[in-house]
Structure formats: structure tokens, C-alpha cells
């Protein structure tokens, strides 16, 4: 695997590098070792899968304050998907700060979202599939979200979201104080 640093301190593109003959690929998606040489979590506890039918369907941006944050390890299984995280950890030398990527089923790379940052994304393709893992669990009371097209965030979309629950459409919009998320 390659670990490309982003704009957010901690984040990282996770490219594999697959090994290929006559019968196609195989390549490691992980591995604890490799990891944890990058510095990066090496414990997943919960594994979600996340399936769009509509392009430009948005979701997020969403995190977990403390005791109950998460780092997420995010990949695109089937379509395609602009992926997002934003710095909220107060101290940080990014706090404020966006960093997002193209995740494709043919690219096969994977967004490393450090604690402490929102996440989110907006599909590209139809049916577009995103697995991701999770270090910790969903906690309903430690759940924020962070409006996505918030103008001091300055996040730039690829393309207009199309559909967007309520719940996204209405997050707030960024301040510093309530949304730092005590990493």
C-alpha cells in the first residue's frame, strides 16, 4: 500500500498496489502492520456499507465528538464518489480545513479519516456503493454533522448534490466552538 498525506494533518489516500497475472489482481486492504508504521489505527470495530441509487446523492458530513469518535477507513465498491473529511480537532495545524478525493471502483483507493474530522461524500455514478470501517461504534448522543456546503468550510463539490436528507440539509454551519471535536 502507498499512504499519500492529504491537506489535513493525519489523513491519508490509501492506494493499493496489486500484484496482477493472467488470473486478474490481489492486493491488501489492509494491514495492521503497515498501519501502524504510518502511525495510523489499526482496530476496527464496526463495518458499515452505504449504497446511493441517484447521482449526486450527498451524505454527511457527520462525526462522533468525544468519548466516542471515529477513525474511518473508507473505499468505493461499485460507482464512484467525491470523498470529504474536515479537521475539527481544536489545536490541530489544519483545524478548519478540508481534504477530499475521487474514490472509484477502478481507482480502489481509500480515504483514511483521522478522529476528530467530519466525513462525508457525494456520489458521481448511479448505484454507487461505499464500505467503510469504523474503529469504534455509532453513538447516537456523540453524533454531530457539519452543514456541507458551508461557505468557511469552502468545500468544492464536484457537482451540484442532488439528494440530501433533511438531516444534512439543515446541519449548522461551522464555529469553532461547538464543532471542535475534542481530539
Known sequence: MRFLPTTVEGARLVELEPRTDERGFFARMFCAGEFAAEGLETSFRQVNDALSHTAGTLRGLHYQVAPAGEVKLVRCLRGAAFDVLVDLRAGSPSFGRWAGAELTSGNRRMMHVPRG???????????????????????????????????????????????????????????AAYHASGY
Open 117 to 175: 474530522c467530519a466525513h462525508g461524500y457525494l456520489t458521481l455514478e448511479p448505484d454507487t456503493e461505499l464500505l467503510y470501517f469504523a474503529s469504534d461504534p455509532y453513538v447516537a448522543a456523540h453524533e454531530r454533522a457539519l452543514r456541507w456546503d458551508d461557505p468557511a468550510i469552502g468545500i468544492a463539490w464536484p457537482r451540484p448534490a442532488a439528494v440530501i436528507s433533511d438531516k444534512d440539509r439543515t446541519a449548522p454551519a461551522f464555529d
